[in-house]
């Protein structure tokens, strides 16, 4: 639905979507929103002179009422640039429905935005919504209004915040060139999506490989498609449809998609040793079950000719599901990543991140504390250890 095929769109910024749940951080997705603007801030990896918008309805249970929308650039916090607020239209008019399971794109607007500038996108819904899909660890800022806010230069109006974004897929951008295929999509759990980096500061490392691949002067989207507590081989509640069940969705059939980098496999290894209900299901996988996860993943991506790297699974010596059987299971799953040759390439993040005295735990000065996920400094790291040429 609203859909310009007659333009040449590239993903300047993505998220995976997932059902309504409580998550780790508060969010407001199981209650919804009803005479509520809500505002969200997202930066893009890519330039543009128009812009639109990909809203999700995935798992609504009820068609979905957008009753406006305007997209902007950032000034800071819920504040906009004065004179940037876009009203954005679907076929035309100023309100949309999305049945339930689908996604809509807005019209185009004109909206100038170089590559890494942040967009706010500004959503109304003046009836009920139902559980909302969304994206439960956005690690960005967002905000909530009573009313019809979308333009609304005071920030103050908007006192209620959480870190998750709300039934926003996808901001695309057009510049008038032609098509490239050249994005990169950041794919797997909590290790990609940048658990612990720091709130509103992008330091996940799919924003360092992105400034990194510009620096190096060879710029191109990167998009992160992680989604925390993520599994390769099971759907969850709380974490997301399982990575073989995504990865068309979430990688194959963005635009422009050249490569996909892979990092998936840890909770499918660490929720079966311990019992927590927010981990299940837990069921106990062998090795021969992960390594026929990756083939699959491998296969999706060879039918539509991306190429997929494989990242080794970080350790995680510490953690609460750290244990004998887990840490067997993760040398012989990255044995198999490195020396199979299955993966057009391979990113080694376990060798790089690993603390030099101790090879199955994370080095300190890359640990944000719970000894399994990086800091900022460590998912700088990830990023530095790619092999640009293998994208």
């Known amino acids: 639905m609203s859909a310009d095929n007659s333009t040449d769109w ?9 059902r309504p749940s409580i998550g780790f951080h508060k969010n407001w997705a199981e209650e919804g929103f009803a005479d509520r603007t809500v505002r969200q801030i997202v930066r893009v990896t890519a330039g543009g002179t128009s812009a639109r918008i990909r809203l999700s309805n995935r798992y609504g249970a009820a068609p979905l009422e957008v009753s406006g929308a305007t997209l902007a650039r950032t000034d800071k916090g819920a504040a906009v640039e004065a004179g940037t607020v876009r009203a954005l239209t679907f076929d035309g008019a100023p309100s949309v429905v999305i049945p339930p399971g689908a996604e809509v794109h807005s019209d185009a607007a004109e909206v100038h935005a170089a590559p890494f500038a942040s967009l706010t996108v500004s959503l109304y819904f003046a009836r009920p919504t139902g559980p909302a899909t969304f994206h439960a660890q956005g690690y960005a800022t967002t905000y909530r209004a009573v009313g019809e806010q979308l333009a609304e230069a005071d920030p103050a109006v908007f006192g209620e915040t959480t870190v998750s974004w709300y039934y926003l897929a996808a901001v695309e951008l057009a510049d008038g060139g032609p098509a490239r295929r050249e994005t990169v999509v950041v794919f797997g759990d909590s290790l ?4 612990n980096s720091t709130v509103d500061a992008n330091r996940r490392y ?5 400034e990194r691949l510009a620096a190096e002067g060879a710029p191109r989207p990167v998009l992160n498609q992680g989604i925390g507590g993520n599994l390769l081989l099971n759907d969850s509640a709380w974490f997301g449809e399982r990575a073989v069940g995504r990865f068309r969705r979430d990688v194959v059939d963005q635009p422009g998609v050249r490569s996909v980098v892979v990092l998936v496999g840890l909770n499918d290894i660490g929720f079966s040793e ?9 069921p106990d996988n062998a090795v021969a079950d992960l390594i026929a996860g990756y083939r699959d993943l491998i296969a999706q991506a060879r039918a539509a000719d991306v190429r997929i790297i494989g990242g080794t699974i970080l350790p995680f ?13 993760r040398r012989e799953v990255n044995a198999w990543i490195r020396d199979s040759g299955e993966f057009d390439a391979v990113a080694d993040f376990a060798v790089a991140l690993a603390d030099p005295a ?20 460590g998912y700088r790291r990830m990023a530095a250890t790619l092999d640009a040429g293998a994208l």
């Not at 590239?10 to 997932?18: M, T, Y």
């Not at 101790?358 to 400094?377: C, Q």
């Open 10 to 18: 590239h993903v300047g910024w993505a998220a995976a979507v997932q």
């Open 192 to 195: 990609t999506d940048g658990f």
């Open 206 to 210: 799919s924003d360092a490989l992105a």
């Open 317 to 329: 010596q510490g953690a609460e599901y750290h244990t004998p059987v887990a840490e067997a299971k």
């Open 274 to 282: 311990v019992d927590l209900p927010t981990y299940k299901p837990a």
């Open 358 to 377: 101790d090879g199955d735990a994370l080095a300190p000065t890359y640990d944000s504390g719970d000894h399994k996920h990086p800091n900022d400094e």
